[in-house]
């Protein structure tokens, strides 16, 4: 049976009673502490006994979370393992065996292994399963040859989510398969993807002969797609994101900026800023919506409707925010290529933010890709005329 | 505070109303009735409100109303709009209902709350500003004056009237001149009332006036939105069907991607409409600090999205759109009317630069 | 060898000596002089000698028209003959025997006899080509089935132009066929076809057992497309519309009710208007580039644009007009249905403008046929899949 | 007056500018220059003035020029923005010559025809208003005081430079310093310029200087419309041939109707942007009195086009466009910066609501 709420609260009151975190300094107590929280089955409250949760309802975390955050306890730096937390443990969870479920989540939930995700490729772009990474099957090995694009912190990851292709002869969503791989492999070569804002996020990951064990297989071969489908849904979940205070985003810069800067007003420019003030408030009240159904076990398709609705409030605020700067938008800050492990928003000039604000509606599938997602499975509107569904993967015009 | 989804009673609520509207309210029928001399049908405001309480929501059980608030009128304005029905709903059991209970008033509310009676606030259907109205003079004991393009005022039994002093009075039918005007929305009559001394029976005077005048007029932007996220909802549900059953090209029109997108685009901007209207319905109903924010958002908001959807109801017709058969046209119309009602887009943006500190 | 500028002139200088237009006041003198014009060659210089024409340049009309127009001479009323002027005084022209110009054009460019288009079907929408009034032949007649909507003036005219279904059973485009029809025929059944204005500019024709002789058929048996998509393309040619001066159009009434009412302004709506004012100068301005390219012999693809942007332009204008209007936006002037002859776009209301509008991107080709054509036609893309293209018409899913 | 379309001669130099710049400044040429400390290619910069005489195209025969208008140099800065190449072209052929011309100067427009130097105007490239700049004050003599973002000038020879009095003076390179800043567009350096009893000679004072500077930056905003609409061109002919050759579920992405139409979206307003650059161009060239219109109605509307196609570019593009190594950002960066200069698109609105009688 699972646990209510208050008998969680009870749990969560005897963890902290007989792990007192207020005397917690070195990394090394950081991790003890986490450990025990996974093992005490409070990481993830709705995952399994004995794989870090409780089989409770997932409705539950929240409060279990805030309550070791009341009681200062260490959390796992949840923004650097998101891809873990989010994408990869689902998966391992569902498709995971027994073996693969133990190895890999104590250490992804306490952050001691970071991990990335190698799914886009140069050549498939938007059309992910059209994707070549080649995996070929040696005895109990398997040979992966291609190239990752897109794929943050692989740099500083030990282990990837991957999706290959095993059999390019039957048509491209068939042939797939999804392992985990080994970042420390001597064939992977991570090398960074400098961008428009003149840093470098993200990664090129070339995998030349890199050898995976059969057993570092998730699924069964050919079954990549479904697999993948599974990481990416939980991908667009996770997406939805925290509450946010009004003028929590960007919009509070703009706000801010309006407020200091009495100089810089005009009627025009007075008309955009509200505008786009009441479509803030809008993202964010359906924010609030969203999290109102995920609590109530009934989530709703606005999880894509808000990465949307986010990407273009985004691009219209820092474009009004250059626009506002006047001479000083004309200015950047540091056009040197670093590798930033974080992207830093707030921190920078306006018209870093404007730049930055351009890979919102590309990455983690495209406004395009969205809309196609919405149109079909919102709306129920009839698919295109697919010219790629019978052909074989390796016939497919290119 | 509440939260914006649906309770189970207001889900139950709005399938009554909506059972109601779809059996004796569909598009043919308000298309016939919208040019006979009886635009409204009283009998379908009748059924509402004895069939399903919903004159009286925001109206004490002790008082004849159902003890509910505002969030459950907001959920059948929304029925309302879907249906584009043509009954004095708004005139009586918002803005009469809002400017009553704000001012303490319970002898008329008694009579609304069962729906035998209606009326409406006597103010343009346009009005918006921070000025008490002074269309109305109080003068001798009587009122004089004319009010222009009142909601609802054709069918009213009585009116809520602001005069200056400034006071609200509550004025019987009898007692007025009403004359119906050529609206751009047919399915939503306007008339100017003319008062010549006639008798009112003060309700509310001073501060007390303003108050419930400017309570009323919250209640009604707020709850407005309501009722144009019903009209965004419907004209986006029906263009969806038809553009999957319509064939071009070979193809349902509803495969093209370009059509696609937009309706994806569409569907965004009412997600977002619904989040932002609930807000304001649960803030006005809650009577939370928030709610002149929540009222002016919600106008700014919806109201557009309201006459965006409506504009590509039609044009995603295609020719059927544009005719008078095809129900469409309702919908722009019912929208673009709105989006005039009790303060544009643009005079709730630059409301909310004053509440939110961001002036000019 | 076709004639110079001022040749022309001389022609004109000549006729009107010959011709005095200052005495005109019945119709029969109208008449009188409109046909002399049109036996002279100097109705539309472009056209052959002997039907209206002296096979001068094209762009030597307009000097032409202006002269006549300074003399004070009585024109055709092109407004209301546009139809045969601009589509099917070209395509019969084009496609015309001997026999069918020399019946047809003298009196459809004189106006005495009015034309109207049967060519849109409620069952065929944008997708012209789809069409399914048959056209079946009964020796040296054809018997028309079918219903057309959309039809300007059809209750005034006394030809139409036509496209029929002759054969089902190939493809679409290749088994149509293109008439003459005879308005007068007892078969011919005009209704008006209200819209959301109130009023009805169009009609519905119910076509039912009308009896055309193969004399009327334009092209040959099938060649139906070829032939309507010349009258199409000189539809869009003459859409393009003459020179206008700056606020010429819609803008103008919206820019007057701004300056007359101070007491209607504000810093939200202002900015609206000027980015409107903007924009129908840019419209303009493209206009004129437009007529100096077609005045240049080089017709661009900017005709299809200009129809496009027209459209929204008109649309946004008369938003914001009802917008300004405040209070008096929510009233309307008439919804009594009526058969006006002609589009009286400035007489009327704001709301009426408002509505009417709609119809700009829909009528003459919808704002999304607009776009398909200009990304292929114009910029070279790939169409969409055809799943129609080899299908026999009468096997097409509908 | 004059017609729109482009001119045999035009095309003639369009041609020859083109090759010019397709042979010597390829996008990966400038993507190369843009970190090193030489941005400015002035070997291409020298062969556009003696090759193609573009430099001095405005100015008369009798000082080296070419005799023709600044509707030639319009067409030029087409071609420049297209290839979005570094050159101090704007600043010493448009606006220092601008400005020179205006006030009658002819020592150091001699020199500027030919290219052998070049020169710019002392104004922050933002700069917008009607007040005379004051940032440099004349005193004793010499000219003292600092000009922010001042475009073109790290390279430029001479700065025509405005102080007040009101009164415009040349002052030598030499006689200046010059800070570097980053800048939005790395393709465009921009530098602040200060002047510390720096020796200047006056080429006009008073109202002389104030019509001369009115004169410069009205060119200025008129022909920087050219440059953006040789930005929009490209950014959307290059995105219209990635979408042919790039495929994605098995087919050219060119052939997604969503994209198609947003396309020709882009198309129609470029078409448009061609008409309005051309006006302004035409206006500013031949003195029409309706030149402030058509340059302020330039800045509003091709400013804009040239912002939202090169976002399209980026996104259409997809991932490529969000990355270093392909040249789509240069485009959005050029796009963005000069929606800025001399004016932001709200700032043109507003001054039109003055030059055409539409007061808030």
């Given at each position: 049976m699972s646990p209510t709420a208050p008998a969680l609260q009870e749990q969560v009151r005897d963890f902290l009673a007989a792990h007192d975190p207020t005397g917690i300094s070195t990394d090394e107590q950081r991790l003890e502490f986490l450990r025990a929280r996974f093992d005490a089955g409070l990481a993830w409250v709705h995952f399994p006994s004995g794989l870090g949760g409780l089989d409770a309802a997932r409705s539950l975390q929240t409060e279990v979370d805030e309550a070791f955050a009341a009681a200062g306890a260490p959390d796992n730096s949840p923004r650097r393992i998101g891809i873990?937390?989010?994408?990869?443990?689902?998966?391992?969870?569902?498709?995971?065996?027994?073996?693969?479920?133990?190895?890999?989540?104590?250490?992804?939930?306490t952050g001691e292994e970071v991990w990335c995700q190698l799914f886009s490729e140069p050549g498939a772009g938007s059309d992910l399963a059209a994707l070549g990474t080649k995996a070929v099957r040696d005895g109990e090995e398997w040979l992966i040859n291609g190239q990752k694009v897109w794929?943050?912190?692989?740099?500083?990851?030990?282990?990837?989510?991957?999706?290959?292709?095993?059999?390019?002869?039957?048509?491209?969503?068939?042939?797939?398969?999804?392992?985990?791989?080994?970042?420390?492999?001597?064939?992977?070569?991570?090398?960074?993807?400098?961008?428009?804002?003149g840093e470098a996020e993200f990664n090129e990951v070339f995998l030349s002969d890199v050898r995976l064990p059969d057993s570092y297989r998730l699924g069964e071969v050919g079954d990549g797609w479904r697999v993948a489908q599974t990481t990416l849904m939980n991908e667009r979940v996770s997406i939805g994101g925290g509450a946010?205070?009004?003028?929590?985003?960007?919009?509070?810069?703009?706000?801010?900026?309006?407020?200091?800067?009495?100089?810089?007003?005009?009627?025009?420019?007075?008309?955009?800023?509200?505008?786009?003030?009441?479509?803030?408030?809008?993202?964010?009240?359906?924010?609030?919506?969203?999290r109102e159904q995920l609590a109530a076990g009934v989530p709703g398709p606005e999880g894509s409707a808000a990465k949307l609705a986010f990407a273009q409030l985004n691009q219209q605020i820092s474009g009004l925010e250059v626009e506002l700067a006047g001479e000083d938008g004309l200015r950047y800050d540091d056009w040197t290529m670093r590798r930033p492990s974080?992207?830093?928003?707030?921190?920078?000039?306006?018209?870093?933010?404007?730049?930055?604000?351009?890979?919102?509606?590309?990455?983690?599938?495209?406004?395009?890709?969205?809309?196609?997602?919405?149109?079909?499975?919102?709306?129920?509107?009839p698919s295109e005329p697919r010219v790629d569904k019978d052909v074989p993967w390796k016939d497919l015009p290119r | 505070m509440s939260q914006l989804l649906y309770s189970e009673e207001e889900s139950d609520l709005r399938a009554s109303v909506r059972a109601l509207l779809t059996d004796r309210s569909g598009p043919d029928v308000v298309l016939g009735r919208i040019e006979t001399d009886q635009p409204y049908d009283m009998a379908l405001w009748k059924a509402l409100a004895e069939q399903t309480g919903c004159a009286g929501l925001p109206i004490a059980e002790a008082q004849g109303g159902a003890g509910a608030s505002f969030r459950e009128t907001a959920v059948v304005l929304e029925e309302l709009g879907r249906s584009v029905a043509p009954t004095p709903f708004f005139g009586s059991a918002v803005l009469a209902t809002a400017a009553l209970l704000a001012a303490g008033e319970t002898e008329l509310l008694s009579e609304l709350a069962g729906g035998a009676v209606s009326a409406t606030l006597a103010v343009p259907f346009s009005f918006f500003g921070n000025d008490f109205p002074s269309a109305v003079r109080a003068e001798g004991g009587t009122l004089s004056g004319t009010v222009t393009t009142v909601v609802d005022a054709l069918t009213a039994d009585y009116f809520v009237v602001p005069a200056e002093g400034p006071a609200l009075f509550v004025v019987a039918a009898a007692d007025v001149t009403r004359s119906p005007i050529v609206t751009l929305d047919p399915t939503r009559p306007l008339a100017d009332v003319t008062l010549e001394?006639?008798?009112?029976?003060?309700?509310?005077?001073?501060?007390?006036?303003?108050?419930?005048?400017?309570?009323?007029?919250?209640?009604?932007?707020?709850?407005?939105?309501?009722?144009?996220?019903?009209v965004a909802e419907r004209a986006l549900e029906t263009t969806i069907?038809?553009?999957?059953?319509?064939?071009?090209?070979?193809?349902?029109?509803?495969?093209?991607?370009?059509?696609?997108?937009?309706?994806?685009?569409?569907?965004?901007?009412?997600?977002?409409?619904?989040?932002?209207?609930?807000?304001?319905?649960?803030?006005?109903?809650?009577?939370?600090?928030?709610?002149?924010?929540?009222?002016?958002l919600a106008q700014a908001q919806v109201s557009q999205v309201a006459v965006t959807v409506a504009e590509e109801a039609v044009q995603l017709h295609g020719g059927i759109g544009f005719t008078w058969e095809h129900p469409a046209h309702l919908y722009l119309k019912r929208a673009k009317s709105t989006s005039l009602a009790l303060g544009t887009a643009a005079n709730h943006r630059a409301r909310l630069a004053t509440l939110v500190d961001l002036p000019l």
């Open positions: 873990g937390l989010g994408m990869a443990a689902p998966t391992i969870l569902a498709f995971g065996t027994d073996e693969q479920r133990q190895r890999f989540l104590r250490p992804l939930w794929t943050s912190l692989a740099h500083q990851a030990r282990w990837a989510i991957l999706v290959t292709r095993t059999d390019p002869d039957v048509p491209k969503h068939r042939g797939m398969t999804y392992f985990v791989c080994d970042m420390t492999d001597p064939g992977v070569d991570v090398r960074p993807l400098r961008q428009i804002t946010m205070p009004r003028e929590g985003g960007a919009i509070g810069t703009l706000a801010a900026t309006w407020r200091e800067h009495p100089e810089l007003r005009t009627p025009g420019t007075h008309d955009a800023l509200l505008r786009l003030w009441v479509d803030a408030e809008a993202v964010r009240l359906t924010g609030r919506w969203l974080d992207v830093d928003f707030f921190g920078r000039t306006p018209g870093y933010r404007y730049l930055r604000a351009k890979g919102n509606s590309i990455e983690g599938g495209t406004s395009e890709i969205l809309r196609n997602i919405i149109s079909e499975r919102v709306l129920g509107l | 001394k006639a008798h009112g029976r003060q309700i509310a005077a001073g501060d007390d006036a303003v108050g419930a005048l400017t309570a009323a007029l919250r209640t009604g932007a707020a709850l407005l939105a309501s009722e144009q996220l019903g069907e038809y553009l999957k059953t319509r064939y071009q090209f070979g193809r349902p029109l509803g495969s093209f991607q370009a059509l696609k997108h937009r309706l994806a685009d569409a569907w965004v901007s009412v997600t977002q409409a619904r989040a932002v209207a609930r807000y304001a319905a649960t803030c006005v109903a809650t009577d939370d600090p928030d709610a002149d924010i929540a009222a002016a």
